[in-house]
């Protein structure tokens, strides 16, 4: 089974930074791409960022690119989202997201991040 | 960017009765290489995360209930719950994946008449 497990989320204050992590169990992390998706409260989803297998490419919607780092350890299954300047339209669940085949096949469960003074 | 626009933002269906979600990208999801549609379906209920429910337009994931089917082609498709049942209350999401950035339409709301 398929296991993504966010951790890092929590209250920031505007302009501040927070680092999420996302830890995998029971897929072939190396072979897939990754994707941090989010949520904000009652809204609909948007796909954050992702990235290739071995991290040779990296791709961010425009409303994060120059602030948000995506990155992978394929040696310990995990991914990591670092997210600095942040905005209170930063607000949102944030989902790890394997892809398989391009297709968004496997999520966790989410952690929250609040930017708010 | 794709814009995904899904249609109508809610219904209400009663129970075992036909329910059917529209969704329309601003260019064609057709790759006319391979003949595939990038477009997927998930249903997210609350509190969850999306849970993914048909990709390439309409290949159901396993362990999807077969009343869920999609279809459609180039830039028009459609998701249908042939019997809405009670476990089906939920909000769905169409989604791209022909290019980056990759988008989301903005979900349908299914409830029980």
């Known amino acids: 089974e398929v296991q993504l497990v966010e951790s890092g989320g929590g209250l920031v204050q505007p302009g501040g930074s927070l680092r999420l992590s996302c830890a995998a169990s029971?897929?072939?992390?190396?072979?897939?791409?990754m994707n941090w998706v989010r949520q904000a409260p009652g809204k609909g989803l948007e796909w954050v960022a992702n990235?290739?297998?071995?991290?040779?490419?990296?791709n961010y919607v425009d409303s994060v690119r120059g602030r948000f780092i995506i990155s992978r350890d394929d040696a310990e299954n995990s991914l990591s989202l670092q997210m600095n300047s942040l905005r209170a339209e930063d607000t949102a669940v944030y989902y790890c997201?394997?892809?398989?085949?391009?297709?968004?096949?496997?999520w966790g469960q989410g952690t929250l991040v609040t930017v708010s003074s | 960017d794709i814009v995904m626009t899904q249609s109508p933002d809610s219904l209400a269906v009663s129970l075992g009765e036909r329910a059917t979600i529209n969704c329309k990208s601003s260019?064609?999801?057709?790759?006319?290489?391979?003949?595939?549609?990038?477009l997927a379906w998930f249903q997210q209920k609350p509190g969850q995360p999306p849970k993914l429910l048909i990709y390439?337009?309409?290949t159901r994931e396993s362990g999807v209930p077969d009343r869920f089917s999609g279809s459609g082609s180039g830039s028009d498709f459609t998701l249908t719950i042939s019997s809405l049942q009670a476990e089906d209350v939920a909000v769905y999401y169409c989604?791209?994946?022909?290019?980056?950035?990759?988008?989301f339409g903005g979900g349908t709301k299914v409830e029980i008449k």
């Open positions: 997201v394997v892809s398989s085949g391009w297709v968004f096949r496997h």
């Open positions: 029971g897929v072939t992390f190396s072979i897939h791409w």
């Open positions: 990235i290739k297998l071995n991290g040779s490419e990296k």
């Open positions: 260019q064609s999801l057709l790759y006319s290489s391979n003949n595939n549609n990038y």
């Open positions: 390439w337009a309409s």
């Open positions: 989604q791209q994946y022909y290019s980056d950035p990759l988008t």
